[in-house]
């Protein structure tokens, strides 16, 4: 069993940054692929981003393609979340998950096997 906790979330001004922090408990955490997702009021959770478990490759949704960075750090069993140039649509609560199958690459919130249980966003204009 793993066991995810986000932390970072709270109100920014458009234009401003984040940086989401997910840290896991379990030692096998550097065995997953781990993935960010967001859900806002009223709309299915999507994706946001997902990074292998050597960090050797990140994938992004279109609408946070060059805002966003993904990035892991095994030793802490940490993954992170940074977003810049917040605009008020990123509005949403932000969950991480891990994939237990690290041959794949997941962009789709039933693939993933555990999940956090999300931290708040909010983009003010």
Request: hydrophobic share 35%.
């Amino acid at each position: 069993q793993v066991q995810l906790v986000e932390s970072g979330g709270g109100l920014v001004q458009a234009g401003g940054s984040l940086r989401l922090s997910c840290t896991a408990s379990g030692r096998a955490f550097s065995s997953y692929n781990m993935g960010w997702f967001r859900q806002a009021p009223g709309k299915e959770r999507e994706f946001v981003a997902t990074i292998t478990w050597r960090a050797s490759n990140t994938y992004y949704a279109d609408s946070v393609k060059g805002r966003f960075t993904i990035s892991r750090d095994n030793a802490k069993n940490t993954v992170y979340l940074q977003m810049n140039s917040l605009k008020p649509e990123d509005t949403a609560v932000y969950y991480c998950a891990a994939d237990q199958q690290p041959l794949r690459v997941a962009d789709k919130w039933g693939e993933y096997d555990y999940w956090g249980q999300g931290t708040q966003v909010t983009v003010s204009s």
